[in-house]
């Protein structure tokens, strides 16, 4: 990178190009914009990080993000409160959320088990999901972690500790992706999509 | 985008969005990556870009950038200060920079003369450019704008204004740029690079 001749630019590009995926020119082009915005603008970028690291909420329930001790979703008294849908992290809740299907509760994992990265079950929100999975109304537990060798060990964790306990658990279904072509379908995933067929309905 | 529940992580993520080439997915993948830094690299990073916003400085001489009132390069003695570089803005001067084949002076335009845009000569730095050229100091002018119509219109209008002054014009050379492919060089480039092409040297 070229040598920049103000030590403010420099120091404001290299905590840009500290974020992930952003190159130094990235970072360069980032800053440039902000400098063309008004003080005000520029004040509210940085505002808007800095409140979010400073004030950010976990849920006590479910420990997804939220500006309260308890989210929205855990508090709303129209969610299904017998669903409880296990999920690694927030991204995924808000991928549930935005299919529109679901209309139970989550609980924040927080990772799945993985040796290689050094995570065991006792870095994950296990303790509390068995707590909440032996309330009155908990009906059942659905396992939506993702397809990956660390998301079915989870998974087989999380039944063998869920199994004595009274409540249902269920896992997510797998098979051929919308719009997906067979020849180009994995196996395994093509395999699992026969065997787990389901009855032909018009409205699928 | 899913309905995020909180409200200060919408507007992180809102405010990142309004990045150029930042979609809202790599927004929010930006700011989660933020969440998990510590507070006081998040506060080191809203500030950096603040403070670069609230204390930027340009060089009175050359508009480049800068901390201080003239910049480093026009205070630089070591500089050959009978030249002078023109670019559109503060990358082209780190472009040329990084070469290191050029020791003499920047002046930074500001844009190009575009009408299309609504950008005239009046919304340009030429005025102080003239001023800087009629120096007893200055000997060339180097035009390197983006060879573009834009950039074209543009150094045509600026050697036009220079012309009548006691100074050398001269203009970055164009012709096929390192490792590009003959065949596939647009016939401009090409027939230019033949119609100006330089005595062979072993040291090119």
Redesign the interface.
Known sequence: ?????????Q??V???A?????GEK?A????????R?E?QD????????????????FCKTCH????NDV???CSNPRRDHSLICVVEN??D???V??TQQYRGLYHVLGGVISPMDGVGPGDLQIESLLQRAQAEEVKEIILALNPTMEGDTTNFYLYRKLAPLNVGVSVIARGVAQNDELQYTDEITLGRSIVNRTQFAVNM
Chains 1, 2 share one sequence.
């Open positions: 990178m070229p040598q920049i001749s103000s030590t403010l630019l120091r404001a290299d905590e840009f500290k974020l992930p995926g952003v990235t360069m082009r980032l800053v440039l914009h902000l400098l915005q003080v520029v004040n509210q970028f940085g505002q808007s990080v800095m409140q979010l690291r400073a004030n950010v909420k997804n993000i939220s500006d989210c929205d979703i927030i991204q809740v808000m991928a959320e935005n």
